[in-house]
């Protein structure tokens, strides 16, 4: 996959707050992928980008894929103690080659 | 229902003695992966297999093997495990690009 960069590393909330997490890469990107892992837990998908300027919506997350395809975010709305978590971008070569994923963004909320 | 089980959920070896960690699926994908996190990390990816062709990442210690018998499962063999191999280690398989991963195996090595 190719290297891709994730900002912030830790994201301290309080609840009710919005969030957002950047993906960049030096390279266009074939696609973006993210990922959610809960403490303890493992890594769930969430979306998958494709297209360029592409914007996807899951009830309050919001996920954007930039016009050059070198960067990517997720925004949370009105975050909830739920979406505590990881949240890591990732992205592949193409074909079965695997997933490169980024440093990751761990979301803490305090209520 | 789980879809990627991997087994044990937790395992404990002794520094230099070998361990087996084993996955398996129900989906019937042909890709499956092994991937490394350590805390508070990104999962590293080691090594995949579609169908019976192995790939190995280029910074792949030697002392990590796999074997992958069938379709179903896929083992990741550590042959002398150091101090420095205790981390999750997660198995996954994909179809269209998308991660499937299972529970994770938690190794550690005293």
């Known amino acids: 996959g190719q290297q891709v960069m994730q900002i912030p590393q830790y994201q301290h909330v309080q609840e009710g707050e919005d969030f957002t997490t950047y993906c960049n890469s030096s390279t266009t990107l074939s696609n973006i992928q993210w990922y959610k892992q809960r403490p303890g837990g493992h890594p769930v998908f969430l979306i998958q980008?494709?297209?360029?300027?592409e914007v996807k919506k899951q009830k309050r997350l919001t996920f954007q894929f930039g016009e050059a395809k070198k960067n990517s975010s997720l925004h949370i709305t009105a975050t909830q103690t739920t979406d505590v978590g990881t949240y890591f971008c990732?992205?592949?070569?193409?074909?079965?080659?695997?997933?490169?994923f980024g440093k990751g963004t761990h979301l803490i909320i305090q209520p | 229902d789980a879809m990627v089980i991997q087994n044990p959920r937790y395992q404990v070896t002794q520094f230099g003695k070998p361990v087996t960690l084993s996955c398996s699926q129900t989906?019937?994908?042909?890709?499956m992966y092994w991937y490394q996190q350590k805390s508070s990390q990104a999962p590293k990816l080691l090594f995949h297999?579609?169908?019976?062709?192995?790939?190995n990442e280029a910074d792949t210690p030697d002392n990590f093997q796999s074997r992958r018998p069938n379709t179903s499962f896929c083992f990741l063999d550590i042959r002398s495990p150091g101090l420095g191999d205790a981390a999750m280690y997660l198995c996954a398989t994909s179809i269209y690009e998308k991660l499937f991963f299972g529970s994770g195996t938690q190794l550690s090595v005293l």
């Open positions: 297999y579609y169908d019976k062709d192995f790939n």
């Open positions: 980008l494709v297209k360029s300027g």
């Open positions: 989906l019937n994908h042909n890709v």
């Open positions: 990732a992205s592949s070569g193409g074909g079965a080659d695997g997933l490169t």
